[in-house]
């Protein structure tokens, strides 16, 4: 079916989606199962994740932090994690769930204010102490 421009596309996409969810959860389950039997087909998906969540982190760390820890200056990426300025962050992982999920937020939320740039070390001595050793938050 021919479309003038990408947003009639999407609308007729969207609509198709909303008026046949059954028939797009039955495709979606019989592809996973076609894909779980296919290792290599999974090893693919699973680099491809892999990839997609370390640029997003990436991302996020440069920006909120130009890619090192805003108390101690640790830039091994590895290391490093997004911290709650204000605290919340418990509640906020009950929201959006836990691991990559932050990264895949901050990204769809077009990278809000109030977070930083911690390492592991800093980020849980704030959680546990209300402050880092180093002093500088």
């Not at 979606?28 to 296919?38: G, V, Y």
């Not at 901050?106 to 740039?117: I, M, N, R, S, W």
Request: net charge positive; proline share 4%.
């Amino acid at each position: 079916m021919p479309y003038r421009n990408s947003e009639e596309k999407k609308k007729y996409i969207k609509k198709w989606r909303e008026n046949n969810r059954d028939k797009g959860r039955e495709y979606s389950r019989r592809r996973r199962i076609k894909d779980k039997n296919n290792p290599e087909k999974m090893r693919k998906i699973n680099q491809w994740r892999n990839s997609r969540n370390r640029r997003l982190k990436e991302l996020a760390l440069v920006i909120y932090g130009e890619g090192k820890c805003t108390c101690c200056g640790e830039g091994i990426m590895e290391f490093l994690t997004i911290d709650h300025i204000d605290g919340g962050g418990k509640e906020h992982r009950k929201e959006i769930g836990m691991g990559n999920k932050i990264y895949h937020w901050l990204y769809k939320e077009a990278y809000p204010p109030g977070f930083q740039v911690l390492c592991f070390n800093c980020n849980c001595a704030k959680g546990i102490y209300g402050k880092c050793p180093h002093g500088n938050l």
